[in-house]
Nanobody, 123 residues
Framework: QLQLVESGGGLVQPGGSLTLSCAAA????????IAWFRRAPGKEREAVLCITDSSSSIDYADSIKGRFTISRDNAKNTVYLQMSGLKPEDTATYYCAARPYYCSNFVGDMKIWGKGTLVTVSS
């Protein structure tokens, strides 16, 4: 059974950069489509980006276009979320989630979730 662990969150100043990692603690990521979601304080969880098993990426949030990218390294069993130009409104707990067959931006479609990593953008 696949188990996901996020890391890399922390405090960053506006305009800064951060890279989050989603690693498989158990199982292999290579057959899964992996999405990053985030939940800001007081808001619903929203999809950010997804990467297919063949490394195509799909943007789900207009607010992150041109600033966030997703990538994967199957040899390291890890998916990354590279974030730049960070804004205070990017402050959220970031979750990675996995599902087979296709990417999805619906929380209910995702089969396996990590526990999240907190990103705080503040001066």
């Amino acid at each position: 059974q696949l188990q996901l662990v996020e890391s890399g969150g922390g405090l960053v100043q506006p305009g800064g950069s951060l890279t989050l990692s989603c690693a498989a603690a158990e199982g292999a990521l290579e057959d899964y489509h992996i999405a990053w979601f985030r939940r800001a304080p007081g808001k619903e969880r929203e999809a950010v980006l997804c990467i297919t098993d063949s490394s195509s990426s799909i943007d789900y949030a207009d607010s992150i276009k041109g600033r966030f990218t997703i990538s994967r390294d199957n040899a390291k069993n890890t998916v990354y979320l590279q974030m730049s130009g960070l804004k205070p409104e990017d402050t959220a707990t970031y979750y990675c989630a996995a599902r087979p067959y296709y990417c999805s931006n619906f929380v209910g479609d995702m089969k396996i979730w990590g526990k999240g990593t907190l990103v705080t953008v503040s001066s």
